[in-house]
């Protein structure tokens, strides 16, 4: 997966609406999404519907954790931002 950012410049990852996310597909075509919303989401008001719900178009989802990491994993006590692209 490629990012880049509305003028074309690479990114790690996206980080608001007009960045391009460029997918490989597995028959080896590429398609492309474009990021409409960021919303930074916290673990206890996580908006399931908003974010696993029915569209009426392919759609990309891309969802990031926040918090601390203990023994390699975020702790379930840590109730920090997620991200939700």
Known sequence: MRIRSPDGHPRR?????????????????????????TQPVDKKDFPTNKVYGKTDRPELRLITCGGPIRGGHRTDDTHQPRGAV
């Open 13 to 37: 990852r996206p980080r608001g609406a007009g960045d391009a996310i460029e997918a490989g597909r597995a028959d080896g075509s590429t398609t492309f999404f474009e990021v409409r919303e």
